[in-house]
């Protein structure tokens, strides 16, 4: 008799040949030094994201009980760090993704952060809500980019990789709904692409943020833009 575990190890040299990522093989991914669960629901988290946390928590500072809210959050890793991180916070994160939001509501659990997770596409259930700081890792990769085809890429849930357009749509979203849902001077961050700064910072810019900017990841690479109200 073939034991099961045997048989799932078989399963699994099968699963990574073929290109499906670790993190989907055993079920979990570690950010920030803490273990969170993942399934093909939601995107692998990655040490790039670290960035957006990092500034997060520069703009929260001296802000007593900041309220954050975190748009696209897929499994919660933003979300949950930021409110370990920042405990004083309250913190709403939203997925149009049912599924997701099911991933997050799990990890906060497991993790011990309180979050208040809703379904929602980008602000839609958020009227007359604001917030002290909105953080995002919206879809930014173009239609038709290369790069969706590599790097165990195509087993990721796409439509939290790409708008389906010019890599920019959700950023345009974000951007125009983002005013009406922060307090005077509040922040807006979001990831982006390594070639998508100089567009971010127009549209913060067009949309009257002031003092936009755009700041690189541990390799050099602008990843994170943002503005305040």
Known sequence: MIA????????WVERRAAGEPLAYLVGEAEFRGRVFQVSPDVLIPRPETEVLIELALKKLHGVAAPRILDLGTGSGIVAISLALECPTAQ???VDLSFEAISVARNNAGRLGATVDFRQSDWF???A?????LIVSNPPYVANG???LELNGLPFEPQMALTDGADGLNCIRRIVAGAAAHLTPAGWLLFEHGYDQGEASRNLLTTAAFKAAFTHPDLAGIDRVSGAYL
């Open 91 to 93: 913190i709403t994160a």
């Open 128 to 132: 007359g809500e604001t917030f002290d």
């Open 124 to 126: 839609e259930n958020l």
């Open 4 to 11: 099961p575990a045997y048989t799932q190890f078989l399963e």
């Open 145 to 147: 980019d290369p790069h």
